[in-house]
């Protein structure tokens, strides 16, 4: 069984500064990592993975994340958020040869103008 | 493609009422799930499919049913509705059941339970 901690409910950023939204994740086997995205009143969007090679990994709004094994951790950062970022963030593991992806219970990123 | 779709966007029941949330793509995806979502819970599986005739519980089943008679439809039975059970549903598919695929998520179906 897998599981994820995502420490912070609720990040308030001013516009244009840097962001990080935590992940930590646990699992007995070799893991699949995911960032996902959901905008006020939408379904979730993939914003990135991780499966295996290189450890950072990043999408294509600017939004990178690094698999650190040694500390069980998915870190999400962006170096200059907008407005439009303001949305709520999951991360969620998925275990080789598991059926189930298990999400963590979202951070709220708000954006300050 | 439309993608997941969901109805319907919304709906009311009352305690003890029964409904079926309908969920279907038309990507050809082989898995399928239900979600659920609540405040500060984030989204838990509640029934998944692995293909046409294949289903499986998930972190919370109790009182959802569901059958995947094709590979396109996977809906969601409500037996008898409790206040518990409101909340927004997710259906959400991805091309394999194994591996690291995307899944992609529908529109969502809001439920109140009265």
């Known amino acids: 069984a897998q599981s994820v901690t995502q420490l912070d409910s609720q990040v308030p950023v001013f516009e244009e500064a840097p962001v990080e939204l935590r992940c930590n994740y646990s699992?007995?086997?070799?893991?699949?990592l995911f960032w996902y995205v959901q905008y006020p009143n939408q379904g979730l969007q993939l914003l990135l993975k991780?499966?295996?090679?290189?450890?950072l990994v990043e999408s294509i709004n600017g939004f990178e994340a690094e698999f650190n094994k040694s500390q069980t951790s998915f870190h999400l950062r962006k170096p200059s958020v907008h407005i439009s970022d303001t949305a709520e963030y999951f991360c969620?593991?998925?275990?080789?040869?598991?059926?189930?992806?298990?999400f963590g219970k979202g951070t709220k990123l708000s954006v300050i103008p | 493609n439309a993608g997941v779709t969901q109805t319907p966007k919304f709906q009311v029941l009352k305690t003890g009422q029964s409904m079926t949330l309908q969920c279907a793509q038309d990507?050809?995806?082989?898995?399928m799930s239900w979600y659920r979502q609540d405040p500060g819970m984030g989204l838990r599986l509640i029934h998944y499919?692995?293909?046409?005739?294949?289903?499986d519980q998930g972190e919370v089943p109790n009182g959802y049913n569901v059958s995947r008679s094709t590979t396109e439809d996977f809906p969601l039975r409500l037996l008898s509705a409790a206040p518990s059970q409101t909340s927004v549903y997710f259906c959400?598919?991805?091309?394999?059941?194994?591996?690291?695929?995307?899944?992609?998520f529908g529109p969502g179906t809001r439920l109140t339970v009265l």
């Open positions: 991780y499966l295996s090679g290189s450890t």
């Open positions: 990507m050809n995806h082989e898995y």
């Open positions: 959400a598919s991805s091309p394999r059941s194994g591996g690291a695929d995307t899944q992609y």
């Open positions: 699992s007995s086997v070799s893991v699949y």
């Open positions: 499919s692995v293909g046409a005739g294949i289903t």
């Open positions: 969620a593991v998925k275990g080789a040869g598991s059926y189930q992806l298990t």
